[in-house]
């Protein structure tokens, strides 16, 4: 890292990141799983676009910061996600970025130890270990897309998609969200206006040209239909 009177001046310490490609070779879903997503982003449009009568309900913790937890609730959950699946879909929130109004804990990626050492890679790691988890109990979950590098990592493994109350109005965001692969929600504004999130439904909608990282960790122009 470069830092001197004209660079990085407010930066104090950079580390590089294991690939979105070399951390999937490491933790890799099997086909039955990534089927299981397929199949319930299918349902989830479905019941959007009203071809399927049931009401999809996303529920769960607000974060998810422990990982046995989070599976002793998936499995209860599950139990009820079948014994409804006639009249709901129910879909389980699991949420590992925060947004915060001021400061505070950013979630599970950004500090998996909550104890501000801030070891993203193994928050990486963990999330998507627990994703492959939910995908073999056959349970499809939802996501908030917060930071718009952290999807290139674990996007494939959710059925749905969230853009927050904070997050709605902006242009990265909806950048964002116009090429993510499952179905995405817009939250109304903090104001609580929903001309908000109308608007960044027109625009998540159309296609955009913007800077990200690919699957290989290098910065792209990525160009969305």
Not at 8 to 25: C, G, Q, R, Y
Request: proline content about 4%.
């Amino acid at each position: 890292m470069i830092k001197d009177t004209i660079n990085n001046i407010h930066v104090s310490a950079e580390k590089v990141l294991v690939t979105p490609d070399a951390l999937a070779a490491e933790l890799p879903a099997s086909e039955r799983g990534l089927e299981v997503i397929r199949q319930s982003r299918q349902i989830i449009s479905d019941i959007i676009h009203r071809r399927d009568h049931r009401l999809l309900v996303v529920c769960g913790p607000c974060s998810i910061h422990d990982i046995e937890a989070a599976k002793d609730y998936a499995l209860r959950l599950k139990e009820l996600h079948e014994c409804y699946k006639d009249t709901l879909y129910i879909v389980m929130r699991v949420y590992f970025e925060k947004p915060r109004t001021t400061t505070g804990w950013k979630g599970l990626i950004n500090d998996p130890h909550i104890n501000d050492t801030f070891d993203i890679e193994t928050g990486l790691r963990k999330a998507r270990e627990l994703l492959i988890w939910l995908a073999e109990l056959e349970l499809p979950v939802a996501t908030e897309a917060l930071d718009p590098i952290s999807p290139q990592y674990l996007a494939e493994l959710f059925s749905w998609s969230a853009i927050g109350a904070r997050t709605s109005e902006s242009q990265t965001h909806r950048e964002m969200a116009s090429g993510l692969s499952m179905p995405v929600g817009f939250k109304n504004g903090t104001d609580g206006s929903l001309d908000i999130a109308v608007n960044a439904l027109r625009s998540a909608a159309s296609s955009h040209r913007f800077m990200g990282i690919n699957k290989q960790g290098q910065v792209s122009i990525i160009e969305t239909a």
